[in-house]
């Protein structure tokens, strides 16, 4: 029986990955390591904390055993030293770092990650303009986590931005992209096979099935690939 890493060796693996984010710190007066801060305030997060003052709390109750693991070795950070380490990193490298994190936590559906890849406004935010920002975003079924997300430009639409997003995945290989019919264009079906992965364009609407019918339900092994690797 193969057992699975231990909560040691997934927190090191996470902390080599945050290493890779720059330090944009000044050296002097530096107490925390930057890539402890950052998984504690990832572990504050999954674990429901919603502001830097919850952060801070839920490391100062967390104690010494689970921040050592957590690379916090020296002990609980005040609130204020959290909320200017996450404003000083750049955003782009800890959102490519986190989503080759939850790519390793990510799980297959019929032995094949399935990736869906949908475009939202983001409430409550607002960029330089005042408005609302645009994302697209790659979510993985079966945690539903983000494993990675580009912004829409003003002057743009999510065709573009979605390729955008697909070619800064490392490896797609064998993985399938769920995508909606904005993105039934060649280009982007060239962008994901040219990947290694296939993919499944959806047009469904609920109202041609009729108000008291539903839709046939697919299963993944029903679905046949156009193409083999």
Known sequence: MISSPSPAAR???????????????K???????LAGLLAVG???????????????????DAGPEVLTVLGAARGAAEESTFRRAFALVSPDVLDRVLGAWLWTRAVQAGGRLV????????????NKDGKAPHLVAALAHGIGAVL????VTAKSNEIPA????????????????????????????QVITGRGADYVMTSVIWSLWGSRTRPPVLTWASMRPARTH
Do not use: C, E, N
């Open 11 to 25: 927190s090191q693996y996470l902390l080599d990955l945050l290493a890779q984010v720059p330090d944009p710190r």
């Open 162 to 189: 979605v390729r955008d997003l697909l070619k800064a995945f490392t490896d797609l290989a064998g993985a399938v992209i769920t995508i909606d019919a904005m993105h039934t264009q060649s280009d982007t079906a």
């Open 27 to 33: 050296r002097r007066g530096r107490r925390h390591a």
């Open 42 to 60: 990832i572990a504050a997060v999954i674990a429901g904390s919603r502001s830097f003052a919850a952060i801070g709390q839920w490391a100062a």
């Open 115 to 126: 990736i869906a890849i949908d475009g939202k406004t983001v409430r409550g935010a607002k």
């Open 148 to 151: 990675g997300q580009a912004a």
